[in-house]
């Protein structure tokens, strides 16, 4: 254990409250004083909790971010939206990139940073059901995304299965039928997942419209960028199959698939429609836009940052966890036939 700030206090032969006055450069401190404490709290090596509740603010006025990968762009746009949702609460925020490793993630939520925060929101990727525990933690948490459900934290989720088949219905209803699905996750050891989910809602549109699920049109994938995009799309083309619209599980994968199409010289959308999903910034812009599920980004950061500043001023008896979920809608773009009007 590092040392306390009763530790530095009963070294330096002053006062906790003392300790703290010095600490957060409070101006009315005896110049000797505050040597005796500076040197106790060399000599100890001790390192403030900038968050505990005895220092003058209680706060640090931070808050952290923790999330897969800021290169991918639903994350780093994520990123921007909390940061911007911080801000009017008056909050900074630490972010930190795990790249969806397991021991990054139990680190974030475990690790000694926690001390400069006053709460974490977290987005795992490696973490799963069987981990609902981990996030037990004394510090307020926010949970993201779609591996742990029902867990003690509050769980900011978004409806993966319903916009992934309105998402999918929208196609049928300009007319396709051969609808491939690029980043299935089909090696799942039955683990909820974004890419579960969204499979899911595949299935019951196709379904629904009494079409039925042609497993070669679903194409799993170990990641979801643009490169894999685009070699999954020229597979298809490769193995001369029949497709007429392509539902990626995000928008990088969309975009790849749309480079593929067009070095095939395959007309979007007279030949094949192409939906993502995330509605990141960069499907506005490519050529064609490409249409994409929006599945409410800023309203998740707000939404998250909200609940974590109403964990951060509880007191007594914390409320049970809730599960909130962000609205989303279909955003037709040019991939899907229409104008690209937000661009």
């Not at 459900?149 to 978004?158: K, Q, R, S, Y």
């Not at 090696?187 to 379904?207: D, F, H, K, P, Q």
């Not at 994938?221 to 999954?232: L, N, Q």
């Amino acid at each position: 254990m590092g040392s306390t700030i009763r530790d530095v206090a009963k070294l330096a032969g002053v006062s906790i409250k003392t300790v703290s006055n010095v600490i957060n450069d409070y101006p009315h401190v005896r110049p000797g004083t505050r040597d005796r404490v500076l040197e106790a709290v060399e000599q100890l090596d001790y390192r403030p909790n900038l968050s505990a509740r005895g220092l003058r603010s209680g706060r640090t006025g931070v808050i952290g971010l923790a999330v897969p990968a800021l290169r991918e762009n639903y994350f780093a746009e994520l990123a921007d939206a909390i940061i911007r949702a911080a801000e009017r609460h008056g909050l900074g925020v630490m972010v930190e990139q795990t790249s969806g490793e397991r021991s990054a993630e139990l680190l974030a939520v475990s690790g000694g940073r926690q001390r400069f925060m006053d709460g974490l929101i977290f987005s795992p990727a490696s973490l799963s059901q069987a981990d609902a525990d981990v996030l037990r933690v004394n510090y307020p948490l926010i949970l993201l995304g779609e591996r742990i459900f029902n867990g003690p934290t509050d769980h900011v989720a978004m409806h993966n299965t319903q916009s992934a088949q309105a998402a999918v219905e929208s196609l049928i209803a300009i007319g396709r039928r051969r609808i491939a699905l690029l980043g299935a996750d089909l090696n799942s050891t039955g683990e909820v997942s974004s890419a579960s989910l969204r499979l899911r809602g595949y299935t019951r549109a196709l379904e629904k419209a009494g079409i039925a699920v042609d497993p070669v049109l679903v194409r799993p994938t170990e990641h979801w960028s643009r490169d894999v995009g685009a070699s999954v799309t020229r597979r298809l083309i490769q193995d001369a199959i029949s497709f007429d619209a392509i539902f990626a599980l995000n928008d990088t994968l969309g975009l790849g698939a749309l480079r593929a199409l067009g070095e095939a010289g395959i007309a979007v959308p007279s030949d094949v429609a192409v939906m993502g999903f995330d509605n990141t910034d960069e499907s506005r812009f490519s050529v064609p836009s490409m249409s994409s599920v929006d599945i409410g980004r800023n309203q998740i950061a707000s939404m998250a940052v909200d609940l974590l500043v109403e964990r951060m001023r509880e007191q007594g008896t914390p409320a049970p966890p809730r599960t909130v979920r962000s609205d989303f809608r279909i955003v037709h773009r040019e991939s899907t036939g229409f104008p690209a009007t937000d661009v």
